[in-house]
């Protein structure tokens, strides 16, 4: 475990729920279900008006919410998202390559 | 196009969008913006207790929510959902054998 | 209940779960989490160009897979879809007020 | 700007993007489907069985590959993530008062 910002976000998170008695709640699916709620959120925000942003202080708020959901779960599957999106850029960098100049 | 409920309640759901001037936000990935909207309000139902079912007036909403985005967007898209249901579950029928009896 | 077309539906993908075995995988939050499964295989195709609809067939097997999971989504937990549907379109006529004309 | 994990991170994924002429289609719309797909992979490793996890490599490369558009989506909506989520914490901790002990 690093003293990278995922990790630290982590660890506040999970003393957050503890001490609301919430890690009984904190299932992978119920975690997972309360992502996909935040998601659907983000995309309220954009569904009708391609050309029009939304507020920015609305976007930042359900971006805020879906990251906390998928740093929770994360930690509770066990997942290390850091070496997890590490090892996935690297595969990607195999997948694509790059556009010739 | 037949007479049957799907055709019926797109028809229906037409003439509301066109007597609110709508039509011109309903494109495909407006209304797919707004059906993921409409799922993740019906995951958020379903979030923190599974032995809990949530109250049925509020899943009922959430469901009927989701099956007018998803006719909508059949419709403007022109996708005939009949005939594509039917088509799906003889597919079905060829990938799962029946279970041994 | 009816003989209309989702009653219709729902009692052929009952019949199909049932000769695979398939009921007892069958509960609300199962079906929910293949719901967005589906809604995440139709986002996939409208992701990337806003200009080119992706190929028909495919969007007609995600609208279809999208359908099923709903309609036996209701199904399982009770809900009778063609009065949620007219009860939300009533609800909204009271809700949008017609445009000026 | 920091030189935290958020911001290393969403830096190498602008580079990979320039390598690739892909920030053309990175669009918030575009990336947002895109997140909608992937939280979409996520769930249907998840549908079936509540009991059985999902082999750890898959959890780890879909919880990657939402972070990744995640990131992205904040990086090209102009919306600083580890501000976000602080805010976001912060404003929580004001609306669920801890549990008595």
Redesign the interface.
Known sequence: MTN???AR?QQ??QR?AE???WPR?HT???L?????????????L?????EE?PP?DR???E??????Y?LR??DV?????????A???AY??TR????DR
Chains 1, 2, 3, 4 share one sequence.
């Open positions: 990278e910002w995922p976000v506040e998170l957050f001490e609301r008695d709640y992978p699916r119920n997972l279900l309360a992502l996909v709620g935040e998601v659907g959120e983000l995309a309220e954009y569904q009708w008006d391609p942003p920015a976007v930042a708020e971006i805020a919410d879906v990251m906390i998928l779960f994360a599957t066990g997942i290390d998202v850091e070496r997890a999106v090892d996935k850029i990607n960098a694509f390559p790059k556009a």
